[in-house]
Every structure is written in C-alpha cells, then in structure tokens.
C-alpha cells in the first residue's frame, strides 16, 4: 500500500477577515480568523467533493480525539509535507 500526500493550493489573503480584541492594556489580546475553512456539499478548488455527513462525522471525530483530550495542534500555512511547522 502506498500513500500520497495532498497538498492544497493555500487561500487568497483577500479570502479571510483578521479581527484582534483588545479589553485593555493588562488583558492578553484575542485573535480571530474569520473565513473559508472547510467545504462540503461542493467542489472544492482541489476538485474534490466531500458529502456533508462525511464532514460532519470526521469533524466530530476530530474534536473527540484530539480538541477535547488537548492535543490538537495546527498552524496558518499550509505546509507541502506531513510535518507540522509550529
């Protein structure tokens, strides 16, 4: 068995809204991105076509197995191989 790696072509900076919350000076700031992350029920711009309950399930799984127990990990680019650049 043999295994690919899909590299997506990153977004248009011109997609995504950033929104900083600042309270005051003594408070640590909020980052928030606002925009596309994920696309189901239509093609996508790798051509593919995920049906929602597909999403629905993976994203749920994902929240389980990683978000809840704390191990999630990610970053803003989109990386061209496995490794997570933090």
Do not use: C, W
């Not at 977004?11 to 900083?20: G, H, I, Q």
Request: aromatic fraction near 8%; charged fraction near 30%.
């Amino acid at each position: 068995m043999s295994f690919r790696l899909i590299v997506e072509t990153p977004a248009n900076n011109n997609d995504f809204t950033y929104v900083v919350e600042e309270r005051n000076a003594n408070e640590p700031r909020t980052l928030y991105i606002k925009g596309p992350y994920m696309m189901a029920e239509g093609v996508n711009r790798n051509k593919r076509l995920y049906p929602i309950d597909e999403m629905v399930r993976e994203v749920q799984r994902y929240e389980d197995d990683m978000i809840k127990p704390g191990r999630a990990m990610g970053e803003l680019n989109h990386p061209t191989t496995a490794d997570v650049d933090l």
